[in-house]
């Protein structure tokens, strides 16, 4: 990445590229079908609004305040609040575990795409033994989870990222607006109301605090808050960048396109027949159906699978550079070898969540296979805690001045947004955040 960001749109558009990937296409579907459709999807809206904005502006203020990554800026403000930035290290680390697993059921989707094998599956009980097929084979998701990671690796050694995120501000609105299209073709399918219905109307005896959790959760994941990615974001960003607005753009994206995957996803699963709880097969046996029953079908989903791909590498570059740029900073690691510990670290994660569907099927912590595990704990632990404790540590321990110099760019700004800003960071997040976490562990009920 250059040293800074050479306008605001192109901040945005890296920003957005980091936000946006496989937590707006296929993680938002499969947890709001899991979790009572509507009633998730308000808590989710009103998660993203007092907390994620806060949080997500706290991260950028730290970055562009130091022009550090996580754990050096935590250490620059904040002495021994460092340990913070290791909550994030560790939790990109582990997301990218799961994460390259569904990247390598993307890639095996567009392979079958491309070879027109895909168009054999049509049913929605079709699809829905192709996946389970898919996944519990041992050998070939984990080919093509590993040929993922070694993607990634190659396009980070071979400096070629800047010339993807160049090619991905052009194809991303691509995807949008196929997205779009997607959207209005499933919303003219027969019996779609009901699954509108089902996405939008809160049925407020399904919230629980589980489902509190998740929405939380998932609302922190697909901004890509809570592990400090974008306090490296930040430090890459100008002077003269409104932060306010380009947050407010960066979570109006991401929040547009996860609107836009639960818009495809549910009318097509009470118009086919497909079971909205499926879980984390939801995308995978839904979207075939569509674009089978589409003009061109392969053609449509082979350039479908490929937007998704380069969506999903936009988001595991950043999460890669996390633990890269820890490495580096706190080990003293080379850039060449700290990226290559990082994918070495990541091919062993994702041996372990690939397998956990075969022959690893019988190891499970909580009741939760390995993948699953990792993908409940960074979700809806891991990062929450993160957001957590960066309210916590801005709303209470940092200098003032620091966060509101950062927002309103050294009093150039109106300033009338910061006390709401504090008082959200002060108290209501942490609050909020804190009540949900005691509830889901069960130590306090309301
Ligand atoms: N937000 C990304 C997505 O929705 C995932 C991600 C999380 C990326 C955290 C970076 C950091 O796909």
């Known amino acids: 990445?250059?040293?800074?960001?050479?306008?605001?749109?192109?901040?945005?558009?890296?920003?957005?590229?980091?936000?946006?990937?496989?937590?707006?296409?296929?993680?938002?579907?499969?947890?709001?079908?899991?979790?009572?459709?509507?009633?998730?999807?308000?808590?989710?809206?009103?998660?993203?609004?007092?907390?994620?904005?806060?949080?997500?502006?706290?991260?950028?203020?730290?970055?562009?305040?130091?022009?550090?990554?996580?754990?050096?800026?935590?250490k620059e403000l904040g002495g021994r609040w460092h340990w913070l930035g290791l909550n994030g290290v560790l939790a990109a680390t582990i997301i990218m575990g799961f994460y390259y697993v569904v990247a390598g059921w993307t890639t095996e989707y567009f392979a079958m795409s491309v070879s027109g094998r895909l168009a054999d599956f049509s049913?929605?009980?079709?699809?829905?033994?192709?996946?389970?097929?898919?996944?519990?084979?041992?050998?070939?998701?984990?080919?093509?989870?590993?040929?993922?990671?070694?993607?990634?690796?190659?396009?980070?050694?071979?400096?070629?990222?800047?010339?993807?995120?160049?090619?991905s501000k052009v194809l991303m609105p691509l995807l949008f607006f196929i997205?779009?299209?997607?959207?209005?073709?499933?919303?003219?399918?027969?019996?779609?109301?009901?699954?509108?219905?089902?996405?939008?109307?809160?049925?407020?005896?399904?919230?629980?605090?589980?489902?509190?959790?998740?929405?939380?959760?998932?609302?922190?994941?697909?901004?890509?808050i809570g592990l400090g990615a974008l306090i490296a974001y930040g430090?890459?960003?100008?002077?003269?960048?409104?932060?306010?607005?380009?947050?407010?753009?960066?979570?109006?994206?991401?929040?547009?396109?996860?609107?836009?995957?639960?818009?495809?996803?549910?009318?097509?699963?009470?118009?086919?027949?497909?079971?909205?709880?499926?879980?984390?097969?939801?995308?995978?046996?839904?979207?075939?159906?569509?674009?089978?029953?589409?003009?061109?079908?392969?053609?449509?989903?082979?350039?479908?699978?490929?937007?998704?791909?380069?969506?999903?590498?936009t988001s595991t570059m950043s999460l890669h550079e996390v633990l890269t740029v820890y490495l580096m900073e706190e080990w003293g690691c080379s850039r060449k070898k700290g990226t290559t510990i990082t994918t070495l670290i990541v091919a062993v994660l994702g041996t372990v969540a690939s397998l956990s569907f075969s022959v690893l099927s019988g190891v499970?912590?909580?009741d939760l296979n390995m993948f699953d595990f990792m993908d409940y704990l960074t979700a809806n632990y891991m990062l929450p805690i993160g957001g957590l404790l960066t309210c916590i540590f801005v709303g209470w321990m940092l200098d003032r001045d620091v966060f509101e110099e950062q927002i309103t760019n050294k009093g150039k700004l109106g300033g009338s947004i910061v006390p709401v800003m504090i008082f959200l960071l002060k108290y209501v997040c942490p609050i909020v955040l804190f009540i949900v976490f005691l509830n889901s562990i069960g130590i306090f009920k309301f």
């Open 235 to 313: 430090s890459y960003i100008r002077e003269e960048t409104n932060l306010r607005s380009a947050a407010l753009v960066i979570v109006a994206l991401d929040t547009a396109v996860a609107l836009l995957a639960g818009f495809i996803i549910f009318p097509a699963t009470t118009s086919l027949g497909i079971d909205p709880t499926a879980g984390p097969a939801l995308v995978f046996e839904t979207l075939p159906a569509i674009f089978q029953a589409l003009p061109m079908s392969m053609f449509l989903s082979t350039v479908f699978f490929v937007l998704l791909m380069i969506a999903a590498l």
């Open 123 to 167: 049913s929605a009980s079709q699809l829905k033994d192709l996946f389970g097929a898919i996944v519990s084979n041992p050998w070939q998701p984990l080919v093509f989870t590993l040929g993922f990671i070694l993607v990634n690796h190659l396009i980070i050694t071979m400096g070629v990222a800047a010339g993807l995120e160049r090619v």
């Open 364 to 366: 499970k912590l909580f």
């Open 179 to 224: 997205l779009i299209g997607l959207a209005i073709n499933s919303l003219l399918l027969p019996n779609s109301l009901e699954g509108v219905v089902f996405f939008l109307k809160p049925d407020f005896s399904k919230i629980t605090p589980a489902v509190i959790l998740e929405a939380v959760g998932q609302s922190f994941f697909s901004l890509s």
């Open 1 to 74: 990445m250059s040293t800074k960001f050479s306008s605001k749109l192109s901040t945005i558009l890296v920003a957005a590229g980091c936000s946006v990937g496989l937590g707006n296409i296929w993680r938002f579907p499969y947890v709001a079908g899991a979790n009572g459709g509507g009633a998730f999807l308000l808590i989710y809206l009103v998660s993203i609004i007092i907390i994620g904005i806060p949080v997500m502006l706290s991260e950028f203020s730290m970055g562009r305040a130091t022009h550090k990554s996580a754990v050096g800026a935590y």
